[in-house]
């Protein structure tokens, strides 16, 4: 299930036989699964400066329990139908979640597909990828300073939450373990490099952030030049003023597939920068420097946010594309795509090339494997932002669920679904075709 290469020059031939396939509809859901919105694993006590869920379900907080939910990016596991996806901040904000602790979890798709299934999912070995009873401390990897590496004071410093003392006391095991928490960082990309090394995108900063393979930090943050979220140190310092908004940081990270770059792509728009573009910043992972190179996305007219970004060879890209329209806005229609860029020919400072290849609001199903009585397949939340090739005609795609709130199908607590998806053409441009849609 590893990312396979496209040929170069592929996306006009790409996109001419896209338009043949009607690819409104052409792009078919071979599998589909539900993660319920009340997933959790073992504490520390989250959700203590969470707002209640305005549906009036999984209220907050929860006691000795973190959920197991709000995915944001994913990566190959160790065995077939195993993923690791990275858990966001928590509750939405720097605010709300210093009690969420910043982890990875393993879990096991059991497909519903064209021959039935389950379509649930189950814990899996972080390291194995074999069935686990409960997400527990074998499923995840845990992000720590236990070597003192950041500059940033985090939540482990501090005797009380947010360093006021009429909050509770910071949970002993985040002290002991120099945990980091939702108010340190909001971590929504997740890459490993050729060492075995994570590299994690974080929107406060926005900071990229090492780690080993045990989730421990091995330097100091790492900023992007002359670019200052709100929360980054230098604006909190009078250093700098933000040029960036809030919650705008790294959605969408790549390494591209010879192991040497990574690429960020940010979720909103530089001040100064063209209207309705979004930066693509080349990063060297053996000097852990920027090469000064950047690209610009092209959002859409609908489009307002992306989602997530992957690397199909070392200058094409799969991209989420997304608003904030769901099934309950009926004043917004929800856009929700995928996309694939090309960066091949194209000058620093140039816009990448782009050609859809999935709308997630007309997905053909013909076998209704979400059971909604429809042969068409709506994903019609929030966010959705994780996104991998399985092989060159299938792509999976999941939601971050922004637990415990939703809205996306209904006035509830939405759950995570996890989809296969096949594509009218391949990515390869000899057509070979690995998908065997097996279950």
């Known amino acids: 299930m590893r990312a396979v290469p496209l040929k170069l020059h592929l996306i006009p031939t790409l996109a001419a036989a896209l338009l043949m396939s009607d690819a409104a509809t052409a792009q078919t859901l071979t599998g589909w699964a539900r993660m319920p919105a009340a997933s959790f694993a073992d504490g520390p006590t989250s959700g203590q400066f969470a707002a209640p869920n305005p549906y009036g379900s999984n209220l907050p907080p929860y006691l000795n329990r973190q959920p197991v939910q709000g995915f944001s990016g994913v990566l190959p596991g160790p065995r077939k139908n195993v993923f690791r996806f990275l858990v966001d901040n928590g509750f939405g904000g720097q605010g709300n979640s210093a009690d969420s602790v910043l982890r990875a979890y393993s879990v096991q798709v059991n497909w519903r597909g064209v021959r039935g299934g389950a379509g649930t999912v189950a814990p899996a070995d972080w390291l194995s990828g074999g069935t686990r009873p409960a997400f527990d401390l074998h499923t995840r990897l845990q992000l720590n300073d236990a070597r003192r590496q950041l500059t940033l004071p985090i939540q482990a410093d501090h005797a009380n939450y947010y360093n006021n003392p009429a909050n509770p006391a910071v949970d002993p095991a985040i002290r002991a373990g120099r945990l980091l928490t939702g108010a340190d960082f909001d971590v929504e990309s997740l890459r490993q490099d050729r060492w075995g090394n994570y590299w994690f995108g974080d929107e406060f900063g926005p900071y990229l952030v090492k780690t080993n393979a045990q989730g421990t930090v091995l330097?100091?943050?790492?900023?992007?030049?002359?670019?200052?979220?709100?929360?980054?140190?230098?604006?909190?310092?009078?250093?700098?003023?933000?040029?960036?908004?809030?919650?705008?940081?790294?959605?969408?990270?790549?390494?591209?597939?010879?192991?040497?770059r990574l690429y960020t792509l940010l979720e909103r728009g530089v001040s100064g920068d063209p209207d309705k573009t979004l930066r693509i910043d080349e990063f060297d992972i053996a000097s852990e420097r920027y090469t000064g190179r950047r690209f610009f996305y092209p959002l859409e007219a609908a489009g307002t946010n992306i989602g997530d970004m992957v690397a199909v060879d070392d200058k094409r890209f799969v991209v989420l594309e997304r608003n904030g329209g769901t099934a309950t806005t009926p004043a917004l229609a929800p856009f929700k795509k995928v996309y694939l860029i090309d960066l091949e020919d194209v000058a620093a400072g140039g816009v990448a090339r782009k050609t859809e290849l999935v709308d997630l609001m007309k997905l053909a199903d013909p076998h209704d494997l979400n059971g909604d009585g429809s042969a068409l397949f709506t994903l019609p939340y929030v966010t959705i932002e994780n996104v991998l090739v399985l092989d060159p005609r299938t792509l999976l795609v999941v939601n971050d669920n922004n637990f415990p709130y939703g809205g996306g199908r209904a006035l509830a607590s939405d759950d995570t679904e996890f989809l296969r998806i096949r594509l009218p053409v391949s990515l390869v441009a000899d057509g070979h075709d690995d998908d065997k849609d097996e279950d």
Do not use: C, W
Request: hydrophobic share 40%; net charge positive; no cysteine.
């Open 219 to 260: 330097r100091s943050e790492i900023a992007l030049p002359g670019v200052y979220a709100p929360q980054h140190k230098d604006v909190a310092a009078g250093r700098a003023a933000a040029n960036l908004p809030g919650s705008g940081g790294f959605e969408g990270m790549a390494i591209n597939k010879s192991g040497t």
